[in-house]
T-cell receptor, first 113, second 115 residues
Framework: DAKTTQPPSMDCAEGRAANLPCNHS???????VYWYRQIHSQGPQYIIH???NNETNEMASLIITEDRKSSTLILPHATLRDTAVYYC??????????????FGQGTILTVHP | NAGVTQTPKFRVLKTGQSMTLLCAQD?????MYWYRQDPGMGLRLIHY???????AKGEVPDGYNVSRLKKQNFLLGLESAAPSQTSVYFC??????????????FGQGTRLTVV
């Protein structure tokens, strides 16, 4: 699986959009970009994933650049409960990776009142 | 729907003692995983299972054994606990089928301290 690079920490004001970047310059054509978050040492929680098109769900939006070398997770209206460690992960979905998730250090997002 | 349940939530062991961590999922997932998380680090895969009766090594398998006798349960064993195994352990499950996959669902973790 391709390696990802994320900033170690970011701050965001409550109610504003939080934009979390991720660099995955060595991503392969069959690798998807996944985002998970971990709130205060709870089990990680899935947020969103995508291959090359932008994706949106009730939690967030995922913007993937055209060359797929980077992506941005957008929390449109951050709340205090969004304070967490956010992990960007790339993996294949062809049955060879057995669902293995390779976690890096992630980005600690702190949402301020 | 309970999702993924881990037992126990906390445990303190003495060096050399043994214990088993239990993970149970009620989503009929074939794939199950055990991860450990050390302070300030991301999760690392210990062992995983792609179905009942099958297990495989992950990134950091030494000192651990696993069993998957029933589809819904995945057990992680420590035969002789060491202080280096002090960690938070997370179990997860997912549906995987070639190009299709659900997200991984994680349990709430087991905090293990070996003294």
């Amino acid at each position: 699986d391709a390696k990802t690079t994320q900033p170690p920490s970011m701050d965001c004001a409550e109610g504003r959009a939080a934009n979390l970047p991720c660099n995955h310059s060595t991503i392969s054509g069959n690798e998807y970009v996944y985002w998970y978050r971990q709130i205060h040492s709870q089990g990680p929680q899935y947020i969103i994933h995508g291959l090359k098109n932008n994706e949106t769900n009730e939690m967030a939006s995922l913007i993937i650049t055209e060359d797929r070398k980077s992506s941005t997770l957008i929390l449109p209206h951050a709340t205090l409960r969004d304070t967490a460690v956010y992990y960007c992960i790339v993996r294949v979905l062809d049955g060879t990776s057995y669902g293995k998730l390779t976690f890096g250090q992630g980005t600690i997002l702190t949402v301020h009142p | 729907n309970a999702g993924v349940t881990q037992t126990p939530k906390f445990r303190v062991l003495k060096t050399g003692q043994s214990m088993t961590l239990l993970c149970a999922q009620d989503m009929n997932h074939e794939y199950m995983y055990w991860y450990r998380q050390d302070p300030g680090m991301g999760l690392r895969l210990i062992h995983y299972s792609v179905g009942e009766g099958t297990t495989a090594k992950g990134e950091v398998p030494d000192g651990y054994n696993v069993s998957r006798l029933k589809k819904q349960n995945f057990l992680l064993g420590l035969e002789s606990a060491a202080p280096s195994q002090t960690s938070v352990y997370f179990c997860a499950s997912s549906y995987e089928a070639g190009g299709a996959s659900t997200e991984a669902f994680f349990g709430q973790g087991t905090r293990l301290t070996v003294v």
